[in-house]
C-alpha cells in the first residue's frame, strides 16, 4: 500500500490544496515530508491522522495539544480562518490509498459547522476504484477492515505516520514508556485492555438495570 494523494479542503492553513505522492520503486515506500517551521508539515500529519481514523486518531495527536475528550474543539480550532465568512461551513479531508496498480481505495472525511462555528456532524465516504471505475462502499461496514487489511490500525499509527521533531524530541529523553506502549500495541495489549473496559462497563450496566446496551459495543 501507498499513500498516492492526500487533499485538504478548509483544513487550518490550506484553503485548498492537493499533495500527490509517487508509486514506490524498488522496495522503497517511505516518504519524507520537509519543511521550514510553521509551513504546514503538523497541519498534514493530523489532516492524515484525522481523515483515516476520526475520534480513534486522538491520542495521537498529542503535540497538537488534543486530548482524548477534544475532539469537536480540535475540529472547531482546524476549521479555516476565513471560511465561515466566506459561507464555507464544511472542512474536508480526502486520502486516496493504492493497494496495486489501477486498484486502491479512497477515504473522505468531511466535517460540518454552523454559522458560529460549532461542529454539527461528519460524514465518511468510502469508495473503492479499480482500472479507473470507482463505486462507493459502506464505510461504516468496511473502513476498520480496509484499514486494518491495507493500512494499519490507529494504535498501530504512530509507527508508520509520525513526527521527525517529535521523534528527534523522544530521542534525548526517557523512551522507556514510549516503547513500552508501541511494545504493548504490538502484542495487542491495548486491544485487550479497552476489550476488558468495556466488559467491565457491560457488567455495571446490566447490573444497575440498564439492559438497552447495543451488543456491537462489545465488538
Keep these: 500500500m501507498w499513500i498516492d494523494k492526500i487533499e485538504l479542503t478548509n483544513f487550518k492553513a490550506y484553503q485548498h490544496q492537493r499533495f500527490e505522492f509517487p508509486k514506490p520503486e524498488q522496495g522503497r515506500n517511505l516518504v519524507l515530508i520537509g519543511g521550514m517551521n510553521g509551513f504546514g508539515k503538523t497541519t498534514l500529519l493530523e489532516a492524515l491522522y484525522l481523515c483515516l481514523y476520526g475520534e480513534d486518531a486522538t ?12 475532539y469537536a474543539k480540535f475540529l472547531q480550532g482546524a476549521l479555516h480562518g476565513k471560511a ?9 479531508v480526502s486520502v486516496r490509498l493504492m493497494v496495486i496498480d489501477d486498484y486502491g481505495f479512497e477515504i473522505t472525511r468531511t466535517w460540518f459547522f454552523d454559522p458560529k462555528g460549532e461542529l454539527q456532524g461528519q460524514e465518511v465516504r468510502l469508495d473503492e476504484f479499480r482500472d479507473g471505475v470507482s463505486r462507493p462502499l459502506d464505510a461504516e461496514d468496511m473502513l476498520a477492515t480496509v484499514l486494518e487489511e491495507h493500512v494499519v490500525p490507529a494504535n498501530l499509527a504512530p509507527f508508520f505516520f509520525f513526527d521527525g521533531e517529535e521523534v528527534k ?10 516503547i513500552k506502549k508501541g511494545m504493548e500495541s504490538l502484542m495487542g495489549v491495548v486491544l485487550v485492555r479497552t476489550l476488558r473496559e468495556r466488559l467491565g462497563q457491560y457488567q455495571n450496566n446490566r447490573r444497575t438495570g440498564h439492559h438497552n446496551v447495543d451488543p456491537k459495543f462489545l465488538c
Design 169 to 178: 524530541q523522544l530521542a534525548n529523553q526517557d523512551r522507556t514508556g514510549w
Design 59 to 70: 491520542h495521537n495527536l498529542a503535540r497538537a495539544g488534543l486530548q482524548s475528550n477534544a
Design 84 to 92: 465561515l465568512a466566506a459561507k464555507r461551513d464544511q472542512m474536508r
